[in-house]
């Protein structure tokens, strides 16, 4: 689970017509590396101090990505078109992991998983499914934690080769396996291997 | 360097006497560095079958994760678990080649 990332900017805008040339250049800084708006422009109030007259709050996956964003060529060709009609006070944040007020868990949708174990009956035809698989575990955001390696059964019996995939939720755990791109790579492993596979929803509680 | 897990999955036959071995069990985690990253959380079993009950546990590296099966610290507390219990558990090694 890692902390999101913000940026929150507080603009005054000078010269409305001449921001707009920014405002269509920004977001394909934005889209590239999938920010979420939270707030643009909405009702505000400086209930201490004072504020800038325009508050902005975008989310991302993560401090190093806002950090990122900010730094790419796509946003740093848009900036030169904000800074002549405008002045912003402009910070990115880390997001915040910890215990919310009403006790653990600390929020954060949990990851998804799958485990399998599987008995690979034709080690060659296993092979095209090993390479197919690839790309909707990447469309879906999966993660190999486990992959094959070496192991010991301490009890009890599983089948001879083990594999654990992280994705970023169990709803995207649960749809890779659902899509017909999985469905289509799995078609390859038809009678070459047999399996025992479970799709199940991370821990996030207190840890021992 | 690859993380090492564990992989367990119970059929619990006692949930109370069970529960005595959730209760013991945290010390001996902590003291491998062990963090649970699958507890028994929502599932579907989508090919084959398994056991009911599914944890997976990380652990700095391989060797830490088998050594924390076999230390006598844990051996005891597994104790705990057995007769109210049945078990399919395996030690592995992470994987740190490329991702998809």
């Not at chain 1, 296993?126 to 909707?136: F, I, L, Q, R, S």
């Not at chain 1, 992959?147 to 992280?166: A, D, F, M, T, W």
């Not at chain 2, 084959?48 to 088998?66: C, I, N």
């Amino acid at each position: 689970m890692t902390a999101k990332g913000y940026w929150i900017p507080h603009l005054d805008v000078s010269d409305p017509e001449g921001y707009k040339a920014y405002m269509a250049a920004a977001p394909a800084a934005h889209r590239k590396y999938e920010c979420r708006l939270l707030a643009r422009g909405g009702q505000w109030e400086a209930v201490e101090g004072r504020s800038r007259s325009r508050n902005v709050l975008r989310e991302f996956t993560d401090y190093t990505t806002a950090l990122a964003c900010y730094r790419s060529p796509e946003y740093q060709r848009a900036k030169p078109l904000r800074a002549p009609h405008s002045v912003a006070d402009f910070v990115i944040v880390e997001g915040y992991e910890g215990v919310q007020p009403d006790g653990p868990p600390a929020t954060a949708a949990r990851k998804g998983y799958w485990i399998a174990h599987v008995d690979v009956t034709e080690p060659e035809g296993y092979k095209a499914y090993m390479a197919a698989d690839m790309a909707p575990f990447g469309k879906y955001g999966g993660r190999f934690l486990v992959r094959g390696g070496r192991r010991e059964v301490v009890e009890g019996q599983v089948r001879g080769r083990s594999v654990v995939l992280e994705f970023p939720s169990y709803q995207a755990a649960l749809a890779c396996y659902r899509s017909p791109d999985y469905q289509a790579a799995a078609a390859l492993r038809q009678g070459k291997a047999e399996l025992d596979l479970i799709i199940i929803e991370g821990y996030d509680g207190p840890q021992a | 360097m690859a993380k090492g897990y564990w992989v367990a999955h119970v059929d619990v036959n006692n949930p109370d006497g069970y529960r005595a071995y959730m209760e013991a069990n945290g010390e001996v985690f902590r003291k491998w560095g062990a963090k649970f990253v699958v507890r028994a959380g929502r599932s579907e079993v989508v090919e084959g079958a398994l056991r009911s009950r599914h944890v997976v546990m990380e652990f700095k590296d391989y060797a830490t994760a088998l050594a924390c099966y076999r230390s006598p610290e844990y051996q005891q507390v597994a104790a705990l678990r057995r007769p109210h219990s049945s078990a399919d558990i395996i030690v592995i090694e992470g994987y740190d080649g490329a991702q998809p």
